[in-house]
């Protein structure tokens, strides 16, 4: 009779119970069969590593507590009193060119489209980082800010003291971190905020006593909100590695950040308190200030996540791809998008629609660049022009339908920001600011490196084995 050790019984106990609960999970709430079968066969086929994984990677905590803290999008209505935002009527030259887009955007979003707003792009560390900076140090009443990384090095003590020194004036500071991103710096910045005075939060940070093991889904907001008066956002960390002119920049990493002004400051300041309150139970919230016109573009303010938010972004996209005539600017670092936005975008260069799409030649992520290189020949066998920017890697985010329409945010076109982060992204209409993000766009693909078919296909096979690997877990990427 063959004997075995009591851990190895006691392990294959453990397997016996917990694989089979954990991959009938996967099967009743993955929404995606191609993610349940996987997580199914993870769970049974890797002993106590499988359903350990489904665990710190696969549930979704998220939305279970929204749902507790009364932070669903009518849950916040009914719970304040208070009605999701009236739609106002679209201007005719809107109405007339993109009122279906408009419509779809505000079954989507939690805000209106809202005229007057001023929307100016600040590229990399260089012109972002100053105008912020000031923005806080002329601050009287309140200061927002969330970030996935708010690093230790040069650009972040100086964030850090800033965050400090309008605290110590008595201006309201509250601070939200990533409880992920926190770590990407040692010492941990919310630590060192904490002992200054600052208000700060950490979102779902990952801990061993109380339990919460939640690695995915990750509050990737960029916000920044002064007063109500000016906001920031777009795909911009706080620290030196967006300082692309600085000579000791051992990663630069180029990127796009947006400074707001008028009525859609308090949509950017509303999903703030969203987040702050879903992370502290707090409903305590800043005196708001009124908004005053300051432009002639109209905004709009959406959010995307595991939570009520799930694939409200992909389905945007999904209707401005389908709604564009004429071009169709992507640029992106990360570019893996699901089925239904690949169909789509060939859908467009089938229409006769200029489709180009600019992704990083060297990525900060080479398993993302990999998976990315073995679905490209989808895209560029329709028609759709490809073009590998020149280093540094570029880590900006933008979407530009028509010279009309763009989207500017956090969000990259892969799994983790559509299905696994909380993402933020603003609609602007307006030609004058679409145009010289096009043209931007077209600068670096003129001097970027165009690829081909034929190069895609004639990857030697080791590549191919090696980009086909990565493409298989690329819902996991």
């Known amino acids: ?19 089979p609960a954990t991959a009938l999970h996967a099967l009743l709430f993955k929404r995606d069969p191609r993610a349940a079968f996987g997580w199914i066969a993870v769970c ?13 990677f696969g549930l979704n905590r998220a939305r279970g507590r929204a749902q507790r803290l009364g932070l669903t999008e009518f849950g ?33 979003s939690r805000h209106s489209l809202v005229p007057g707003n001023a929307v100016e792009p600040l590229i990399n560390g260089e012109q972002a980082y100053p105008a912020m900076l000031e923005s806080i140090a002329t601050a009287r009443r309140h200061v927002l800010l969330s970030t996935y990384i708010l690093d230790h090095d040069q650009t972040g003590r100086q964030f850090k003291q800033a965050l400090a020194d309008a605290a110590t004036r ?42 919460s093991l939640a690695l995915n889904m990750r509050n990737h907001h960029k916000i920044l909100v002064v007063d109500d008066q000016v906001g920031y956002t777009g795909g911009m ?14 990663r630069p990493t180029a990127d796009l950040h947006f400074r707001l002004q008028g009525p859609v400051v308090t949509q950017l ?50 209707a401005a791809l389908a709604e564009a005539r004429h071009s169709i600017r992507i640029m992106t670092p990360y570019f893996l998008p699901p089925r239904e936005l690949v169909g ?53 985010k933008l979407f530009v ?47 970027g490196r165009p690829v081909t078919l034929s190069e895609v296909d004639g990857r030697p096979f080791p590549e191919r084995l090696r980009d086909s690997f990565c493409w298989l877990f690329s819902p996991y990427l």
């Open 170 to 211: 008595g201006v309201d500071v509250r601070v939200l971190i990533d409880g992920f991103g926190d770590w990407y710096s040692w010492p941990r910045s919310s630590h060192s905020l904490r002992r200054s005075g600052v208000n700060v939060a950490r979102f779902l940070p990952p801990r061993l006593l109380p339990p």
């Open 269 to 318: 300041r509303q999903e703030f308190l969203r987040m702050w309150r879903f992370t502290t139970g707090s409903e305590d919230e800043p005196a708001a200030q009124p908004s005053h016109s300051a432009g002639d573009l109209l905004c709009r303010t959406i959010t995307d996540g595991p939570d009520e938010d799930l694939d409200r972004l992909t389905m945007l996209l999904i």
């Open 44 to 56: 049974i086929l890797f002993p106590l590593a499988g359903p350990l994984l489904y665990v710190l």
């Open 76 to 108: 916040i209505a009914h719970e304040r009193g208070a009605a999701i935002e009236k739609p106002q009527p679209l201007p005719p030259e809107i109405r007339e060119t993109y009122g279906e887009l408009a419509r779809i955007g505000q079954a989507l």
């Open 401 to 447: 339908v028509d010279s009309e329409y763009t989207l500017i945010g956090s969000t990259n076109w892969d799994p983790r920001s559509l299905r696994l982060n909380f993402e933020l992204q603003v609609e602007v209409y307006g030609a004058d600011f679409a145009h010289p993000l096009i043209e931007s766009i077209d600068r670096a693909a003129a001097v």
């Open 1 to 19: 009779m063959l004997e075995y050790p009591l851990e190895t019984l006691i392990a294959i106990l453990f397997h016996a119970i917990l694989a």
């Open 344 to 396: 789509a975008i060939q859908a467009a260069a089938l229409r006769g629609v200029d489709v180009l799409v600019v992704l990083p030649e060297k990525n900060n992520l080479p398993y993302v660049h990999w998976a990315t290189r073995n679905m490209l020949w989808e895209l560029l066998f329709r028609g759709v022009r490809v073009v590998y920017q020149r280093p540094p890697f570029h880590h900006g």
């Open 237 to 250: 960390n706080l620290g030196d590695r967006h300082r692309v002119d600085k000579t000791d920049n051992p």
